[in-house]
């Protein structure tokens, strides 16, 4: 029983995580009153020149992000439908600031990879024609990754 559930732990262990995003960004506008014009859980602004995390590197654009905690998976679709089905109540909203704005939107698929163990990178019509919507470009950055401790 006890190498079932090792091999159970490790094979969880070795799930890659991956976090979504979707990013407005502006060279011109500072977007910190789509906030309250768009309201979401858990979006957040910043503002160019500002450094980015902890590190001395600068942010160039103005921005607008909502950004899904990472989860376990070996499918990216998951993530993304799941992010699109937050912006869903808000899309008309969304595309209107695109537009009226002229903004940049941008989707990120952000992966660990732990070993060999890579996620699916298929998405399903129904969030490739969501994600048109916004018109937004789709960027899936893969990093190999030390997996987390037991």
Not at 8 to 29: I, M
Not at 69 to 79: C, E, I, K, N, S
Not at 101 to 126: K, T, W
């Amino acid at each position: 029983m006890s190498v079932t559930s090792d091999i159970d732990g490790d094979l969880r262990r070795l799930t890659p995580s991956v976090r979504a995003a979707f990013r407005l960004t502006s060279e011109r506008h500072p977007l910190e009153r789509l906030l309250t014009e768009i309201e979401l859980p858990g979006a957040t602004t910043w503002q160019k020149g500002e450094n980015i995390a902890s590190s001395d590197l600068q942010r160039r654009t103005n921005g607008w992000c909502v950004e899904l905690p990472w989860q376990r998976t070996y499918m990216l679709d998951g993530p993304l439908a799941e992010l699109l089905a937050v912006l869903a109540s808000r899309r008309d909203d969304i595309v209107a600031a695109i537009h009226s704005l002229e903004l940049d939107a941008h989707v990120g698929l952000h992966v660990r990879m732990y070993g060999q163990e890579v996620p699916a990178c298929l998405f399903s019509p129904a969030s490739v024609k969501a994600l048109a919507a916004y018109g937004a470009s789709l960027e899936v950055g893969i990093v190999p990754s030390e997996p987390p401790e037991r």
